[in-house]
């Protein structure tokens, strides 16, 4: 038999909802339990790409909107050879953020369709499982002061939550909703027990393509 490959992971949710703290705890869990897993971000910043991204973010440069959604796909797919090699290697990749999050924000922006948004994205490589962290924006406030980065306005998260649960509707996906207002211990068990199904599952499965 071929060598089992890893599991595709994405964390998705509103900024704070905990994506980062439980994408941590997961990879460490995997790997505590003699899996191979390693984690990933997107925007990946530390690519040219991902520059450009992360100076719009910053405020420091500004960018057409439809400019900016496309190089955010653009920074999804040069990484796909390297997410593939690591997925066929057996490692289980735990991603922080992934297309969701960029078809959310830019089609909660006026004048972008949500089919236009998805459109880039579709044949990326598909998540055996993409975990929603959901948290009210009010709760997520509570959570410490939003940042100064671009987005980090209460109501345009509130837009983009919306766009989240229209995506949320597509059952072509193994979507799980995870209720992020509960302690960092107990998402962490209830994503770990999501996370180590979709792994088995995926084993033996060929990587999907995203909406396609
Ligand atoms: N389950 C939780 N309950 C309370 N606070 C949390 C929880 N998970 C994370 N936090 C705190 O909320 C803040 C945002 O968490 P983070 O993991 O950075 O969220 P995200 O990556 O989704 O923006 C951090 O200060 C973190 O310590
Ligand atoms: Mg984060």
Request: hydrophobic share 40%; glycine share 6%.
């Amino acid at each position: 038999m071929s060598c089992r490959r890893g599991a595709l992971i994405v964390l998705e949710g509103v900024d704070k909802a905990g994506k980062t703290t439980q994408c941590k705890k997961l990879v460490q869990a995997l790997k505590e339990s003699g899996r191979q897993a390693e984690m990933m971000r997107f925007p990946d910043r530390t690519t040219k790409i991902g520059q450009l991204i992360s100076a719009y973010l910053e405020k420091k440069s500004n960018l057409e909107d439809h400019t900016v959604h496309l190089l955010f796909s653009a920074n999804r797919w040069e990484l796909v050879p390297l997410m593939k090699q690591k997925l066929e290697q057996g490692i289980s990749l735990v991603v922080d953020r992934y297309a969701f999050s960029g078809v959310a924000f830019t089609s909660a922006k006026p004048g972008f369709s949500l089919d236009w948004c998805m459109n880039p994205d579709v044949g990326l490589p598909k998540p055996d499982l993409v975990l929603f962290l959901q948290l009210h924006p009010t709760e997520a406030a509570q959570r410490g002061e939003f940042g100064t980065e671009r987005y980090e306005v209460g109501d345009f998260q509130k837009i983009v939550m919306q766009k989240f649960e229209l995506l949320m509707k597509d059952p072509s996906l193994n979507w799980q909703v995870i209720d992020a207002a509960k302690s960092i211990e107990d998402l962490h068990a209830e994503i770990k027990t999501h996370s180590e199904t979709a792994i088995t599952v995926a084993e033996n499965q060929p990587i999907g393509e995203l909406w396609k």
